[in-house]
């Protein structure tokens, strides 16, 4: 026997004489049942609220939705006017640059711009460009097979 466990004569005491056990089920049905009868009558308080409304109160709700949605095509259209100008000083396409200010936008095409291979593919090209290449003597021709020719060369096979 651990010194943690209780002695078998020993038990948990029961709970104080006088006071009944809660059912918990019974309890979170009952508080289950409450908060379903206040989520009805705040949906019929809200469709009273509503309907109670003068016209003017609706005129100036929808005018200030309207206003909403003219303010967010304001701001996308400037933003698309700051990629645009940012585009053209900086040479990163528009439509990969990201932000909502224009410092933003700028700060994120000087990230990109050392990433954009120029489109001749020479000057600060990425990859196994060779400026000298196929153009000195002995440069093989592109269509030939020089190991074809140099056997046929070393058998004698014309």
Same mark, same amino acid.
């Given at each position: 026997?651990?010194?943690?466990?209780?002695?078998?004569?020993?038990?948990?005491?029961?709970?104080?004489?006088? !006071?009944? +056990?809660?059912?918990? =089920? /019974? %309890?979170?049905? *009952?508080?289950?049942? $409450?908060?379903? @009868?206040?989520?009805?009558?705040?949906?019929?308080?809200? !469709?009273? +609220?509503?309907?109670? =409304? /003068? %016209?003017?109160? *609706?005129?100036?709700? $929808?005018?200030? @939705?309207?206003?909403?949605?003219?303010?967010?095509?304001?701001?996308?259209?400037?933003?698309?006017?700051?990629?645009?100008?940012?585009?053209?000083?900086?040479?990163?396409?528009?439509?990969?640059?990201?932000?909502?200010?224009?410092?933003?936008?700028?700060?994120?095409?000087?990230?990109?711009?050392?990433?954009?291979?120029?489109?001749?593919?020479?000057?600060?090209?990425?990859?196994?460009?060779?400026?000298?290449?196929?153009?000195?003597?002995?440069?093989?021709?592109?269509?030939?097979?020089?190991?074809?020719?140099?056997?046929?060369?070393?058998?004698?096979?014309?």
């Amino acid at each position: 026997m651990s010194a943690l466990e209780p002695a078998p004569d020993q038990t948990e005491p029961d709970a104080p004489a006088g !006071e009944v +056990e809660t059912n918990w =089920k /019974s %309890e979170a049905r *009952k508080w289950e049942a $409450r908060a379903k @009868e206040n989520a009805d009558a705040a949906k019929r308080l809200a !469709e009273l +609220e509503e309907a109670a =409304k /003068s %016209e003017d109160q *609706k005129r100036a709700e $929808r005018i200030a @939705e309207l206003e909403a949605t003219v303010a967010e095509y304001q701001t996308r259209d400037q933003i698309a006017a700051w990629k645009a100008e940012v585009a053209k000083a900086t040479g990163v396409p528009a439509e990969v640059l990201a932000g909502s200010t224009k410092e933003d936008i700028e700060a994120h095409a000087a990230t990109l711009k050392p990433l954009i291979v120029p489109a001749d593919g020479k000057k600060g090209a990425i990859g196994p460009y060779v400026p000298s290449e196929g153009t000195g003597e002995g440069a093989l021709p592109l269509n030939g097979d020089p190991l074809e020719r140099a056997l046929r060369t070393k058998l004698g096979i014309a």
